[in-house]
Protein backbone atom coordinates (compact mmCIF):
# COMPACT_ATOMS: atom_id res chain seq x y z
CA UNK A 1 0.00 0.00 0.00
CA UNK A 2 2.68 2.33 0.96
CA UNK A 3 4.64 1.40 -1.95
CA UNK A 4 1.33 2.05 -4.25
CA UNK A 5 0.55 5.71 -2.84
CA UNK A 6 4.41 6.70 -3.03
CA UNK A 7 3.91 5.71 -7.04
CA UNK A 8 0.78 7.48 -6.75
CA UNK A 9 2.09 10.68 -4.67
CA UNK A 10 5.04 10.67 -7.70
CA UNK A 11 2.44 10.58 -10.41
CA UNK A 12 0.73 13.29 -9.02
CA UNK A 13 3.67 15.34 -8.80
CA UNK A 14 4.67 14.30 -12.21
CA UNK A 15 1.60 15.50 -13.91
CA UNK A 16 1.19 19.02 -11.99
CA UNK A 17 5.07 19.75 -13.20
CA UNK A 18 3.71 19.05 -16.99
CA UNK A 19 0.64 21.61 -16.21
CA UNK A 20 2.58 23.91 -14.74
CA UNK A 21 5.26 23.18 -17.58
CA UNK A 22 2.49 23.32 -19.98
CA UNK A 23 0.84 26.97 -18.48
CA UNK A 24 3.81 28.28 -18.29
CA UNK A 25 4.57 27.06 -21.78
CA UNK A 26 1.16 29.02 -22.54
CA UNK A 27 1.85 32.51 -20.68
CA UNK A 28 5.05 32.69 -22.09
CA UNK A 29 3.74 31.97 -26.01
CA UNK A 30 1.36 34.62 -25.24
CA UNK A 31 3.89 36.82 -23.51
CA UNK A 32 2.99 40.80 -24.87
CA UNK A 33 5.90 41.11 -27.45
CA UNK A 34 5.46 43.14 -30.93
CA UNK A 35 8.23 41.34 -33.38
CA UNK A 36 9.41 43.97 -35.87
CA UNK A 37 12.03 42.84 -39.10
CA UNK A 38 14.81 44.80 -39.81
CA UNK A 39 16.30 44.30 -42.98
CA UNK A 40 19.74 45.83 -43.54
CA UNK A 41 22.89 44.65 -45.76
CA UNK A 42 24.83 43.11 -42.67
CA UNK A 43 27.86 41.77 -45.07
CA UNK A 44 28.57 42.87 -48.81
CA UNK A 45 29.74 46.02 -50.18
CA UNK A 46 27.91 48.72 -48.19
CA UNK A 47 27.84 46.37 -44.45
CA UNK A 48 28.97 48.62 -42.33
CA UNK A 49 26.43 51.51 -43.46
CA UNK A 50 23.50 48.30 -42.73
CA UNK A 51 25.14 47.71 -39.40
CA UNK A 52 24.66 51.15 -38.07
CA UNK A 53 21.24 51.47 -39.43
CA UNK A 54 20.77 48.37 -37.49
CA UNK A 55 22.19 49.77 -34.78
CA UNK A 56 19.53 52.94 -35.26
CA UNK A 57 16.58 51.14 -34.87
CA UNK A 58 17.75 48.91 -31.31
CA UNK A 59 18.52 52.44 -29.85
CA UNK A 60 14.91 53.69 -31.06
CA UNK A 61 13.53 50.22 -29.48
CA UNK A 62 15.82 50.46 -26.06
CA UNK A 63 13.65 53.51 -26.21
CA UNK A 64 10.38 52.26 -26.10
CA UNK A 65 10.55 49.49 -24.24
CA UNK A 66 12.36 50.81 -21.21
CA UNK A 67 11.81 54.06 -19.38
CA UNK A 68 13.57 56.86 -20.00
CA UNK A 69 11.24 60.36 -18.58
CA UNK A 70 14.54 62.51 -19.33
CA UNK A 71 14.59 62.14 -22.90
CA UNK A 72 12.48 64.50 -24.35
CA UNK A 73 11.31 61.82 -27.19
CA UNK A 74 7.66 60.77 -27.43
CA UNK A 75 7.27 57.26 -25.73
CA UNK A 76 10.24 57.55 -24.19
CA UNK A 77 9.33 58.10 -20.73
CA UNK A 78 6.46 55.19 -20.80
CA UNK A 79 7.68 51.05 -20.50
CA UNK A 80 6.63 49.20 -23.75
CA UNK A 81 3.13 49.76 -26.48
CA UNK A 82 -0.19 49.25 -25.63
CA UNK A 83 0.15 48.49 -21.86
CA UNK A 84 3.06 46.75 -21.52
CA UNK A 85 3.81 45.26 -24.99
CA UNK A 86 7.58 45.03 -26.05
CA UNK A 87 9.07 45.11 -29.40
CA UNK A 88 11.35 42.61 -30.38
CA UNK A 89 13.43 42.43 -32.98
CA UNK A 90 14.31 40.20 -35.88
CA UNK A 91 17.33 40.67 -38.30
CA UNK A 92 17.75 40.05 -41.63
CA UNK A 93 20.81 40.60 -44.06
CA UNK A 94 20.20 41.33 -47.61
CA UNK A 95 23.79 41.60 -48.70
CA UNK A 96 22.82 44.12 -50.88
CA UNK A 97 21.15 41.92 -53.48
CA UNK A 98 17.73 42.72 -54.88
CA UNK A 99 17.16 38.92 -54.87
CA UNK A 100 18.04 38.13 -51.58
CA UNK A 101 16.07 40.71 -50.30
CA UNK A 102 13.05 39.96 -51.26
CA UNK A 103 13.45 36.20 -50.26
CA UNK A 104 14.12 37.64 -46.42
CA UNK A 105 11.52 39.96 -46.71
CA UNK A 106 8.99 36.87 -47.22
CA UNK A 107 10.78 35.10 -44.46
CA UNK A 108 10.81 37.92 -41.86
CA UNK A 109 6.64 38.45 -42.63
CA UNK A 110 5.46 34.14 -43.25
CA UNK A 111 7.97 32.47 -41.03
CA UNK A 112 8.92 34.99 -38.50
CA UNK A 113 5.60 36.71 -38.06
CA UNK A 114 6.84 39.82 -37.92
CA UNK A 115 3.93 42.71 -37.94
CA UNK A 116 6.14 44.93 -39.74
CA UNK A 117 9.38 45.30 -41.53
CA UNK A 118 11.88 48.12 -41.41
CA UNK A 119 14.60 48.63 -44.08
CA UNK A 120 16.37 48.13 -46.53
CA UNK A 121 18.83 51.08 -47.03
CA UNK A 122 19.66 50.38 -50.51
CA UNK A 123 16.48 51.56 -52.66
CA UNK A 124 17.76 48.40 -55.17
CA UNK A 125 16.51 46.68 -52.10
CA UNK A 126 13.78 48.17 -50.82
CA UNK A 127 11.86 48.14 -53.72
CA UNK A 128 11.04 43.96 -54.01
CA UNK A 129 11.46 44.02 -49.82
CA UNK A 130 8.34 46.57 -49.87
CA UNK A 131 6.31 44.80 -52.60
CA UNK A 132 6.22 41.89 -50.88
CA UNK A 133 4.64 43.60 -47.85
CA UNK A 134 2.19 45.16 -50.18
CA UNK A 135 0.96 41.83 -51.56
CA UNK A 136 0.47 40.75 -47.56
CA UNK A 137 -0.93 43.98 -46.71
CA UNK A 138 1.69 44.69 -44.14
CA UNK A 139 3.61 47.66 -42.78
CA UNK A 140 6.80 48.15 -44.22
CA UNK A 141 8.42 51.14 -43.12
CA UNK A 142 11.95 52.60 -44.82
CA UNK A 143 14.14 55.53 -43.18
CA UNK A 144 16.47 56.07 -45.27
CA UNK A 145 16.72 54.74 -49.51
CA UNK A 146 16.22 57.95 -51.22
CA UNK A 147 14.70 56.76 -54.90
CA UNK A 148 11.73 58.71 -55.79
CA UNK A 149 10.56 55.69 -57.48
CA UNK A 150 9.50 54.27 -54.28
CA UNK A 151 6.96 57.01 -53.97
CA UNK A 152 5.16 56.93 -56.77
CA UNK A 153 4.32 53.73 -57.52
CA UNK A 154 0.65 53.87 -55.77
CA UNK A 155 1.55 51.91 -52.49
CA UNK A 156 -0.68 51.82 -49.09
CA UNK A 157 1.65 50.17 -46.91
CA UNK A 158 5.28 51.56 -47.66
CA UNK A 159 6.18 54.96 -45.70
CA UNK A 160 9.61 56.70 -46.21
CA UNK A 161 11.14 58.71 -43.88
CA UNK A 162 14.02 60.70 -45.73
CA UNK A 163 14.12 63.34 -48.65
CA UNK A 164 13.90 61.82 -51.90
CA UNK A 165 16.66 62.27 -54.80
CA UNK A 166 13.80 64.33 -56.68
CA UNK A 167 14.09 67.26 -53.61
CA UNK A 168 17.87 66.75 -53.34
CA UNK A 169 18.13 67.75 -56.89
CA UNK A 170 16.34 70.66 -56.92
CA UNK A 171 18.07 71.37 -52.99
CA UNK A 172 21.07 70.88 -55.34
CA UNK A 173 20.13 73.04 -58.51
CA UNK A 174 18.82 76.24 -56.12
CA UNK A 175 22.38 75.92 -54.56
CA UNK A 176 23.77 76.46 -57.76
CA UNK A 177 21.50 78.78 -58.50
CA UNK A 178 22.04 81.03 -55.08
CA UNK A 179 26.02 80.83 -55.65
CA UNK A 180 25.65 82.69 -59.24
CA UNK A 181 23.34 85.19 -57.69
CA UNK A 182 25.11 86.06 -54.35
CA UNK A 183 28.67 84.46 -55.27
CA UNK A 184 29.39 85.68 -58.47
CA UNK A 185 30.29 82.23 -59.97
CA UNK A 186 28.73 81.66 -63.24
CA UNK A 187 28.50 77.43 -63.25
CA UNK A 188 26.17 76.44 -66.35
CA UNK A 189 27.41 72.58 -67.05
CA UNK A 190 26.77 69.63 -64.93
CA UNK A 191 27.55 65.93 -64.88
CA UNK A 192 26.13 62.87 -62.91
CA UNK A 193 28.25 60.04 -61.72
CA UNK A 194 26.33 56.96 -60.52
CA UNK A 195 25.91 53.75 -59.51
CA UNK A 196 23.95 51.26 -61.87
CA UNK A 197 21.31 50.38 -59.56
CA UNK A 198 17.54 51.85 -59.00
CA UNK A 199 19.05 54.56 -56.69
CA UNK A 200 21.79 55.37 -58.89
CA UNK A 201 19.48 55.42 -62.20
CA UNK A 202 16.92 57.63 -60.55
CA UNK A 203 18.89 60.10 -58.80
CA UNK A 204 20.87 60.47 -62.29
CA UNK A 205 16.58 61.22 -63.70
CA UNK A 206 16.13 63.44 -61.42
CA UNK A 207 19.72 65.14 -61.75
CA UNK A 208 18.94 65.89 -65.25
CA UNK A 209 15.62 66.96 -65.02
CA UNK A 210 16.08 69.51 -62.37
CA UNK A 211 19.37 70.63 -64.22
CA UNK A 212 17.46 71.85 -67.45
CA UNK A 213 14.50 72.62 -65.83
CA UNK A 214 16.65 75.77 -64.34
CA UNK A 215 18.28 76.16 -67.59
CA UNK A 216 21.44 74.32 -67.05
CA UNK A 217 23.47 72.27 -69.80
CA UNK A 218 23.72 68.12 -69.02
CA UNK A 219 26.69 67.62 -70.19
CA UNK A 220 28.37 64.66 -68.64
CA UNK A 221 26.01 61.17 -68.18
CA UNK A 222 27.97 58.09 -66.11
CA UNK A 223 27.47 55.30 -65.00
CA UNK A 224 29.47 52.95 -63.06
CA UNK A 225 28.57 49.43 -61.74
CA UNK A 226 29.16 48.95 -58.11
CA UNK A 227 31.31 47.21 -56.12
CA UNK A 228 34.11 48.55 -58.90
CA UNK A 229 37.64 48.31 -58.84
CA UNK A 230 38.79 50.81 -61.21
CA UNK A 231 37.01 53.91 -62.44
CA UNK A 232 39.54 55.33 -64.40
CA UNK A 233 37.14 55.31 -67.70
CA UNK A 234 34.15 56.95 -65.94
CA UNK A 235 36.69 59.75 -64.52
CA UNK A 236 38.05 60.16 -67.69
CA UNK A 237 34.66 60.47 -69.29
CA UNK A 238 34.28 63.32 -66.56
CA UNK A 239 37.29 65.14 -67.06
CA UNK A 240 36.91 64.70 -71.10
CA UNK A 241 33.26 66.59 -70.48
CA UNK A 242 34.79 68.98 -67.60
CA UNK A 243 31.17 69.87 -66.05
CA UNK A 244 31.63 72.87 -63.36
CA UNK A 245 29.27 70.86 -61.21
CA UNK A 246 29.07 67.19 -60.98
CA UNK A 247 26.24 65.35 -58.73
CA UNK A 248 27.30 61.98 -57.60
CA UNK A 249 25.48 59.30 -56.24
CA UNK A 250 27.77 56.53 -54.84
CA UNK A 251 27.58 54.60 -51.75
CA UNK A 252 30.46 53.55 -49.42
CA UNK A 253 33.62 52.09 -50.97
CA UNK A 254 32.99 53.17 -54.30
CA UNK A 255 32.37 56.81 -53.09
CA UNK A 256 36.27 56.49 -52.05
CA UNK A 257 37.26 55.06 -55.26
CA UNK A 258 35.79 58.10 -57.21
CA UNK A 259 37.36 60.32 -55.44
CA UNK A 260 40.99 58.66 -54.97
CA UNK A 261 40.33 58.44 -59.10
CA UNK A 262 40.23 61.93 -59.67
CA UNK A 263 43.26 62.79 -57.46
CA UNK A 264 45.02 59.95 -59.97
CA UNK A 265 44.39 61.84 -62.64
CA UNK A 266 44.75 65.61 -61.37
CA UNK A 267 41.01 66.46 -62.06
CA UNK A 268 37.59 68.16 -60.19
CA UNK A 269 35.01 69.93 -60.94
CA UNK A 270 34.24 73.36 -59.33
CA UNK A 271 31.57 72.40 -57.22
CA UNK A 272 30.66 68.34 -56.22
CA UNK A 273 27.15 67.78 -54.65
CA UNK A 274 26.45 64.26 -53.47
CA UNK A 275 22.97 62.39 -52.86
CA UNK A 276 22.92 59.64 -50.01
CA UNK A 277 25.79 57.92 -50.30
CA UNK A 278 29.60 57.96 -49.13
CA UNK A 279 29.83 61.68 -48.75
CA UNK A 280 27.59 61.55 -45.49
CA UNK A 281 29.42 59.11 -43.68
CA UNK A 282 31.50 60.07 -41.36
CA UNK A 283 33.69 57.11 -41.18
CA UNK A 284 34.11 57.36 -45.13
CA UNK A 285 34.77 61.30 -44.39
CA UNK A 286 37.91 60.49 -42.01
CA UNK A 287 39.26 57.48 -44.01
CA UNK A 288 39.50 60.00 -46.89
CA UNK A 289 41.08 62.39 -44.79
CA UNK A 290 41.66 66.03 -46.29
CA UNK A 291 41.15 64.36 -49.65
CA UNK A 292 37.48 64.15 -48.60
CA UNK A 293 37.71 67.95 -47.98
CA UNK A 294 35.83 70.48 -50.20
CA UNK A 295 32.85 67.92 -51.75
CA UNK A 296 29.48 68.97 -50.58
CA UNK A 297 26.35 66.97 -50.20
CA UNK A 298 22.62 66.59 -48.25
CA UNK A 299 22.73 65.76 -44.51
CA UNK A 300 19.44 64.84 -42.52
CA UNK A 301 21.91 64.74 -39.60
CA UNK A 302 25.70 65.00 -38.17
CA UNK A 303 27.19 65.80 -35.49
CA UNK A 304 27.34 69.45 -36.52
CA UNK A 305 24.05 69.61 -36.56
CA UNK A 306 23.35 68.65 -33.38
CA UNK A 307 22.82 72.25 -31.65
CA UNK A 308 19.36 72.04 -33.92
CA UNK A 309 17.99 68.87 -32.94
CA UNK A 310 18.77 68.95 -29.14
CA UNK A 311 16.85 65.62 -28.23
CA UNK A 312 19.37 63.65 -30.31
CA UNK A 313 22.23 63.32 -27.67
CA UNK A 314 20.59 61.71 -25.30
CA UNK A 315 19.33 58.97 -27.55
CA UNK A 316 22.85 58.86 -29.90
CA UNK A 317 24.37 57.52 -26.33
CA UNK A 318 22.18 54.71 -26.40
CA UNK A 319 23.05 54.23 -29.90
CA UNK A 320 27.15 54.51 -29.41
CA UNK A 321 26.71 51.50 -26.95
CA UNK A 322 25.01 49.23 -29.83
CA UNK A 323 27.66 49.30 -32.83
CA UNK A 324 31.36 49.02 -32.44
CA UNK A 325 33.33 51.15 -32.77
CA UNK A 326 31.03 53.26 -31.38
CA UNK A 327 30.36 55.75 -33.83
CA UNK A 328 27.93 59.25 -33.38
CA UNK A 329 24.45 58.81 -35.81
CA UNK A 330 24.40 59.51 -39.69
CA UNK A 331 21.80 60.78 -41.94
CA UNK A 332 21.21 57.38 -42.73
CA UNK A 333 21.71 55.68 -39.74
CA UNK A 334 18.85 58.06 -37.72
CA UNK A 335 16.18 57.69 -40.09
CA UNK A 336 15.69 53.89 -39.31
CA UNK A 337 15.42 55.32 -35.81
CA UNK A 338 12.83 57.32 -36.64
CA UNK A 339 11.11 55.08 -38.55
CA UNK A 340 10.81 52.98 -35.82
CA UNK A 341 9.43 55.80 -33.49
CA UNK A 342 6.50 57.06 -35.87
CA UNK A 343 5.42 53.32 -35.99
CA UNK A 344 5.37 52.79 -32.25
CA UNK A 345 3.60 55.99 -32.21
CA UNK A 346 1.30 55.04 -34.35
CA UNK A 347 0.53 51.59 -32.89
CA UNK A 348 0.11 52.87 -29.33
CA UNK A 349 -2.67 56.07 -30.88
CA UNK A 350 -4.50 53.37 -32.55
CA UNK A 351 -4.23 50.94 -29.25
CA UNK A 352 -4.21 47.99 -30.92
CA UNK A 353 -1.98 45.86 -33.69
CA UNK A 354 -4.55 46.21 -36.43
CA UNK A 355 -2.74 47.38 -39.48
CA UNK A 356 -5.82 49.18 -41.57
CA UNK A 357 -6.02 51.12 -38.69
CA UNK A 358 -2.22 51.87 -38.14
CA UNK A 359 -1.65 52.21 -41.67
CA UNK A 360 -4.81 54.77 -41.60
CA UNK A 361 -3.46 56.80 -38.75
CA UNK A 362 -0.20 56.94 -40.16
CA UNK A 363 -1.03 59.22 -43.10
CA UNK A 364 -3.96 61.16 -41.15
CA UNK A 365 -1.85 62.41 -38.56
CA UNK A 366 1.30 64.73 -37.89
CA UNK A 367 3.82 62.97 -35.65
CA UNK A 368 6.03 64.44 -33.16
CA UNK A 369 10.04 63.81 -34.43
CA UNK A 370 12.94 65.34 -32.48
CA UNK A 371 15.24 63.27 -34.73
CA UNK A 372 14.21 64.93 -37.75
CA UNK A 373 15.66 68.10 -39.11
CA UNK A 374 12.25 69.48 -39.59
CA UNK A 375 10.81 68.23 -35.91
CA UNK A 376 7.64 66.24 -37.68
CA UNK A 377 6.71 63.55 -39.84
CA UNK A 378 3.71 63.37 -42.05
CA UNK A 379 2.75 61.24 -45.09
CA UNK A 380 1.33 61.79 -48.25
CA UNK A 381 -0.27 58.81 -50.15
CA UNK A 382 2.33 56.97 -51.50
CA UNK A 383 4.33 57.02 -48.41
CA UNK A 384 6.78 60.30 -48.94
CA UNK A 385 7.34 61.89 -45.71
CA UNK A 386 6.42 66.12 -46.42
CA UNK A 387 8.44 67.18 -43.77
CA UNK A 388 11.78 66.06 -44.87
CA UNK A 389 14.31 68.50 -44.66
CA UNK A 390 18.41 68.05 -45.33
CA UNK A 391 20.61 70.69 -45.22
CA UNK A 392 23.97 71.20 -48.01
CA UNK A 393 27.07 70.85 -46.24
CA UNK A 394 30.74 71.28 -46.93
CA UNK A 395 33.21 68.74 -45.64
CA UNK A 396 35.98 71.04 -44.54
CA UNK A 397 38.81 69.19 -42.14
CA UNK A 398 36.44 66.45 -41.66
CA UNK A 399 33.84 68.88 -39.93
CA UNK A 400 30.59 68.92 -41.90
CA UNK A 401 29.91 73.15 -42.05
CA UNK A 402 26.86 73.89 -43.14
CA UNK A 403 26.25 75.91 -46.49
CA UNK A 404 22.95 76.16 -47.30
CA UNK A 405 19.71 77.60 -46.89
CA UNK A 406 20.70 80.58 -45.33
CA UNK A 407 18.54 79.82 -42.45
CA UNK A 408 20.49 77.23 -41.37
CA UNK A 409 24.03 77.94 -42.73
CA UNK A 410 27.06 78.70 -40.28
CA UNK A 411 29.99 78.79 -42.99
CA UNK A 412 30.71 80.49 -46.21
CA UNK A 413 30.97 77.29 -48.89
CA UNK A 414 34.43 77.32 -50.27
CA UNK A 415 34.25 77.40 -54.13
CA UNK A 416 35.55 76.39 -56.75
CA UNK A 417 37.18 73.39 -55.43
CA UNK A 418 40.99 73.85 -54.58
CA UNK A 419 42.66 71.84 -57.48
CA UNK A 420 44.84 68.54 -55.71
CA UNK A 421 47.86 70.37 -56.09
CA UNK A 422 46.50 73.56 -54.04
CA UNK A 423 45.84 71.73 -51.10
CA UNK A 424 48.02 71.24 -47.55
Known amino acids: MGKRLGKKVMWLTAIALLVGFMSCGAAYCEEKVIKIGTLFPLTG ?3 LAGQRCKAAVEAAVDLINNSYPNIPVPLA ?3 GLLGGHKIVLVHADHQGKPDVGKSEAERLYDQEGVFAVIGSYNSA ?8 AERRKKIFMCGCSSSAELTKRGT ?10 ETESIEFVNFIKWLNETKGTNYK ?6 ENTEFGKHAAQEAKKAIEAAGFQ ?11 TNLNSEVQMLKGKNPDVVFGACLGADYILWIKTMKQMSWLPKVSLNYCSGYQDPLIAKQLGGDGDYFMGTTGYSPELAELMPAVAPVEEIYKKKINP ?12 VAMLVLAQAIEKVGSLDTEKIVDALYANEWDSPLSLGGKVAFAPGGQNIKAMSIVTQLIGGQYKRVFPEQFANFEPVVPMPSWDKRK
Open 326 to 337: PVPFDSDSIQEA
Open 77 to 79: AQK
Open 189 to 194: TFGVIY
Open 156 to 165: RYFFRIAPTD
Open 45 to 47: PVA
Open 218 to 228: YVADVAFNPGA
Open 125 to 132: VTKPASLV
